[in-house]
């Protein structure tokens, strides 16, 4: 064969191996960096760095801490970014921004908001991060993107945290201003946001966080519509009505006209992009109020969905809507995960949702198809007076659920079998069900309430899910704790309120001084999406002392881990899976192995994880960074391995390292 014949072999060869295997396109972080809230756009939350490993990872040591004590106290959800050589990250309600040397946390600037009013009457004064953009990849003009509590989209120069005077008004947009008002309400402590912005395309998508629901009987609030900004400029390029005027498409699904007044379907959690196909993708919440919605009738579009947007024009592509008319708050705060897969030979460009519910739904990212079945399935129908159920829910075929939908008998604690019968017992007055059983009226000495599972809360949450791109697998931690879901009549009666008022069902019985349900209480489960199977699930951390304490007392010896009741944010390398145990959990950094979920080594940490972690290459080290609690206030931790003796820098790894920090200035 000529030296030519070979060439074009060679070239068509890589050229077909490009084509069949989709996953080249999400490829999670890449040169050691991590520049996005979730890694990269696509939030697989996977770095392909191997420097920290399962035979090294013991050896990891605390590299640096940043005390959040002098900005406005308490515990954070941050997860930093790093980008050419410099870490970011908000702390404080003020969502303080800050610049740090990713290798030894001195700070390089700082900005503060001062917001006044707006602040003190913000909705949401969380803050999980911000986003990096940069002008090529010379990182020219490159920006820091956040919200603030009291709703301003603010654009910093990333070098010095000066505002960047040419977007918006010297450096800021209003985004009170922006919004597509339809009602009366004013805005103003209503509509924030608490989730970091998503920069695509040259376009920053907004996601916005409302007035929570809860128990309250409100039936009306502002709408959560999406909007979209031109990251150089500030100026509004669009706006997408997650509940529909009158007119547009689904507006239909509300009956009764019910949505000129209804509000939130917000994008409170943090959303993804494709920067190849150009969309973005949002998963919606659900409509005001969370647990009665007898005054919106109707499925409600396009609460509790996936919706696929064209990022450059705002025009929806496709949606899925995965909770009909939601009364449980199943919404959907956990990132959309893009992740291609190969089913059945198949290579599919697939994005993965989960949420509250427990359930994971892979759809064809480019068209919103199933990848597999996902029917409408019969669910029991509400008798609340006025209240309005779906006859039908969907349900996904495959994968199998990662936590308890639902509840049987069978899900109650057994052991032993008077534990059983007691647990049995303890269910008097209460009605159980399966997926989605509805809400139902207490009534003195006759309903309680109804078991629902999992409850509000439960399931995953915003610390979200991670993939490896490279075999397929998506990881998610989540928390078994069941709700009593009811309710009663709003009193006094006021037509401005819903008719019901949700929530008050009480506190789940224990037995014992154990939980109802059966461990794990919280867990890790680890799916291989080629398959739509579990490959394996295991409980997150030990056994929580006051469970260790019932068992005792009970004489109840070698049982299992039953894992802390916690959601864990989880961050995957080329060689391992790492988390903490989320709030409420043990202040320790575990590492899994990826394929078996073996757990492989825990290390001590200042306090317990608040927030999801993220790792990176800095002078060819790996850092492994999370947001941990404290007393007066949280800190940010930094592992990595020793320093060698004798040597000025850390050690090698294949995932590429960042260059030396830009020397920031002070303001």
């Known amino acids: 064969m000529s030296r030519q014949l070979r060439r074009l072999v060679y070239t068509a ?36 760095l191997d420097q920290i490993t399962r035979d090294n990872f013991k050896n990891l040591q605390v590299a640096w801490s940043w005390k959040f004590d002098n900005f406005g106290g308490g515990n954070s959800e941050t997860t930093p970014v790093m980008a050419n050589g410099v870490l970011y990250f908000t ?105 970091a912005p998503v920069v695509s395309n040259g376009v920053i998508v907004i996601g916005p966080a409302l007035t929570q629901g809860g128990t309250s009987p409100n039936k009306e609030n502002v709408k959560g519509d999406v909007m979209a900004f031109d990251v150089r400029t500030g100026k509004k390029l669009w ?57 919106r009738p109707g499925n409600n579009l ?16 496709w949606y899925r809507q995965l909770i009909h008319h939601d009364i449980w708050d199943y919404d959907m705060p956990v990132h959309p995960i893009l992740l291609d897969i190969t089913v059945g030979g198949r290579p599919i460009k697939a994005v993965v949702q989960m949420g509250k519910m427990a359930l994971a739904y892979v759809l064809d990212r480019t068209n919103g198809q199933p990848v597999w079945p996902i029917p409408d399935v019969p669910v029991a129908q509400t008798d609340v ?59 003195p000495d006759a309903n309680k309430g109804t078991l629902v599972a999992p409850g509000f809360g439960g399931g995953a949450n915003w610390q979200s899910g991670a993939a490896d791109p490279e075999t397929g697998f998506v990881y998610v931690g989540s928390l078994t704790r069941p709700f009593i879901a009811g309710v009663v009549k709003t009193d006094p009666p006021d037509p401005n309120k819903a008719a019901y008022t949700a929530g008050r069902g009480g506190q789940v019985p224990t037995v014992q001084g154990l939980p109802l349900l059966k461990p794990p ?25 006051n ?54 080594a825990e290390l001590p940490m200042p306090g317990s994880q608040t927030a999801v972690p993220m790792t990176y290459m800095y002078q060819n080290r790996q850092f492994i960074v999370m947001a941990v609690a404290g007393q007066p206030a949280g800190l940010l931790v930094a592992f990595a ?24 200035q002070r303001n």
């Open 13 to 48: 060869a890589i050229i077909f191996i490009a084509l069949a295997q989709p996953g080249l396109a999400q490829h999670g972080t890449r040169d050691g960096e991590w520049r996005s809230y979730a890694g990269d756009n696509g939030s697989s939350r996977f770095a392909p």
């Open 302 to 317: 396009f609460s509790d969905s996936v919706v696929c947007l064209n990022i450059k024009t705002g025009k929806m592509i």
């Open 641 to 664: 391995l020793p320093v060698p003796v004798g040597t000025g820098g850390g050690r090698g790894g294949r995932g590429g390292a960042a260059g030396g920090a830009n020397q920031g």
């Open 385 to 443: 007076p006025t209240e309005w159920t779906s006859p039908t829910q969907p349900i996904p075929s495959k994968p199998p659920a990662f936590d308890i939908v639902g509840v049987t008998t069978d899900d109650l604690i057994n052991f032993t079998p008077a534990l059983r019968a007691e647990a049995q017992q303890a269910l008097a007055g209460y009605r159980i069900g399966g997926p989605f059983a509805p809400p139902s009226l207490v009534v």
């Open 521 to 545: 209480y919280g867990r890790i489960t680890a799916y291989d999406m080629n398959r739509g199977d579990i490959a394996w699930q295991v409980p997150n951390g030990d056994t929580p002392p």
């Open 91 to 195: 702390v404080g309600q003020r969502r303080n921004v800050i610049a740090v040397n990713p290798g030894t946390g001195e700070t390089l600037w700082t900005w503060r908001p001062d917001e006044g009013a707006r602040f003190e009457q913000a909705p949401r004064k969380v803050g999980r991060g911000v986003a990096y953009w940069a002008d090529g990849p010379g990182n020219n003009d490159a920006r820091i993107i956040t919200v603030t509590p009291g709703f301003q989209l603010v654009a910093l120069n990333a070098k010095t945290g000066v505002p960047i005077r040419e977007f918006g008004k010297d450096g800021s947009v209003d985004l009170f201003t922006q919004l597509d008002l339809t009602t009366p309400l004013d805005p103003v402590g209503k509509i924030g946001n608490s989730s």
């Open 547 to 600: 469970i260790k304490e019932a068992f005792a007392k009970l004489g109840l010896t070698n049982v299992p881990p039953t894992g802390f009741p916690a959601q864990v944010g989880l961050v995957v390398t080329r060689t391992l899976l790492v988390g903490g145990e989320g709030g409420g959990g043990r202040p320790l950094l575990h590492a899994y192995d990826k394929k078996t979920g073996e757990s492989i």
């Open 239 to 295: 706006t997408f009505h997650t509940i529909p005027r009158f007119g547009e498409a689904g507006y239909e699904t509300w009956l009764n006209e019910s949505a000129t007044y209804s509000g939130n379907v917000g994008v409170w959690g943090p959303f993804s992009a494709d920067d190849e196909l150009g969309n973005v993708y949002l998963a919606t919440e659900s409509p005001t109020n969370d647990g009665y919605g007898g005054h």
